[in-house]
């Protein structure tokens, strides 16, 4: 009888850890998957050669959700707030100053009438709020501009002194592309233009990218092919400063 009753309790123990091993063999095949799967995601294509999500692209927070839409009615607000200014200042022909003295005089009659009116009509008055601006965010705004401005400093001193003739060559074309742009329509549609596309364009490829980056693989993959044609037959030939020049002809 003892016999029988230790056969049974080895046998119950021999299933439970054959289960256990079982669980681990599953959670280690999981496991395996899972590292498979991340290896997969690593090898595709995703463009500009990100590795994070959009949202942690656009530096995350406030800025990636106004982009991304998180916020439809901050977002909507902000592009609707552009779309009105374009339309006034481009489709109505407002001048600035005409449009914030217009604006202020009327803001002032509004309030004015308001709160002299109030005590006739017995409601009270308009709270205004006083408006002050904080100083900590203005240096902070400021500061970084200041290193924006001396890093574009130190890159027009280095394209100018002749040090790489092929940097030099691409700003200037660069900055050609850019003045026959601003020549086609004024500065403030172009801006209008560059607020549209940076509340359309990361949205629908943040919705769509699975579609978008194999086409954009394509694309790249043919662009570094004209480049390389580009380079063996043009930009390899061009000198890298003019003393590198004189030194070929001598």
């Known amino acids: 009888m003892s016999n029988h009753e230790d056969n049974k309790s080895e046998s119950f123990i021999e299933k439970v850890t054959d289960k256990i091993h079982d669980l681990k063999n599953d959670s280690s095949s999981d496991s395996d998957d899972d590292s498979k799967v991340s290896e ?4 595709v294509f995703r463009l500009f ?20 839409w998180k916020d439809k009615k901050l977002s909507g607000g ?17 001048h600035l100053l005409t449009l914030v ?11 004015f009438l308001w709160s002299n009116a109030s005590t006739f009509i017995k409601k009270s008055p308009p709270k205004i709020p006083e408006v002050s ?22 890159s027009i001193h280095d394209i100018a002194s002749g040090k790489d003739l092929k940097k030099f060559l691409s700003v200037i074309a660069g900055l050609w592309f850019v003045s026959f742009i601003s020549n086609s329509c004024n500065f403030l549609t172009l801006v209008y233009i560059s607020v549209v596309l940076l509340f359309s364009v990361p949205v629908a490829y943040d919705k769509y ?8 693989e394509k694309a790249w993959i043919e662009i570094k092919k004209q480049y390389k044609a580009l380079d063996e037959k043009v930009l390899c030939k061009i000198p890298r400063s003019i003393k590198e020049l004189k ?4």
């Not at 003295?101 to 309030?111: G, R, V």
């Not at 970084?144 to 400093?153: D, H, P, V, W």
């Not at 990218?209 to 954009?216: N, S, V």
Request: glycine letters at 8%; charged letters at 25%; hydrophobic letters at 45%.
């Open 40 to 43: 997969i995601k690593s090898k």
């Open 49 to 68: 050669g990100r590795q994070k999500p959009v949202h942690h692209v656009f530096g995350g927070g406030k800025p990636a959700d106004l982009l991304l």
């Open 78 to 94: 902000i592009l609707g707030g552009a779309t009105i200014i374009w339309f006034l200042f481009e489709v109505l022909e407002y």
């Open 101 to 111: 003295c217009h604006s202020l005089i009327l803001t002032l009659t509004l309030l």
């Open 133 to 154: 601006i904080p100083e900590k965010p203005v240096l902070e705004i400021v500061s970084s501009l200041r290193i924006e401005i001396n890093r574009g400093f130190a």
């Open 209 to 216: 990218e699975d579609k978008i980056d194999p086409l954009a």
């Open 247 to 250: 030194d070929k002809k001598v």
